[in-house]
């Protein structure tokens, strides 16, 4: 298992800096970023943009995108992160988007799924998780952000950090 300890020595030895905008993790991964002594050397900035008016005002996601696609959905994950981006300049952005549960979902977009992206000036990484739609929702929060911290921890691998 992947910790923030582990994330937060990769950008503390490449000098990067990270921001997040969650929204079904509901600040659950900034908070385990900043859990590590010394994170203000690396965090930049992080949002919890909960309601689709945070999200398209904070961070610039259209409004077609969430009509057309919805708030949970891999377009609205990019566009989230990529606002991000813009409004922080932040070397890696990373954005949630979900449903927690335990209400909420529907036979296309069940209780249980999240869309995250990882987003830099180079390059982004799209994807979505999915966990059993009857975990309690504490639970779920847990397993949303501890996915987010395995797949960035990878993503840093990946690029050469």
Do not use: W
Not at 5 to 13: F, G, P, T, V
Not at 103 to 110: L, M
């Amino acid at each position: 298992m992947i910790t923030s300890e582990e994330i937060s020595k990769i950008l503390i030895k490449n000098n990067l800096t990270i921001a997040t905008t969650e929204s079904c993790t509901g600040g659950l991964l900034s908070s385990k970023l900043t859990d590590i002594s010394g994170s203000s050397a690396f965090i930049h900035l992080n949002f919890v943009t909960y309601s689709n008016e945070a999200k398209q005002k904070i961070l610039g996601v259209r409004k077609e995108t969430l009509e057309n696609f919805g708030a949970v959905s891999e377009d609205c994950a990019y566009e989230m992160a990529q606002g991000l981006y813009k409004v922080t300049n932040a070397d890696i952005c990373v954005s949630t988007t979900g449903i927690a549960g335990p209400t909420g979902g529907s036979e296309d977009k069940p209780v249980g799924l999240m869309f995250s992206t990882i987003y830099t000036k180079d390059k982004a990484l799209t994807y979505q998780v999915k966990f059993h739609p009857e975990t309690p929702r504490i639970e779920m929060k847990e397993l949303f952000a501890q996915a987010v911290l395995e797949k960035l921890y990878k993503f840093l691998k990946d690029c050469g950090f």
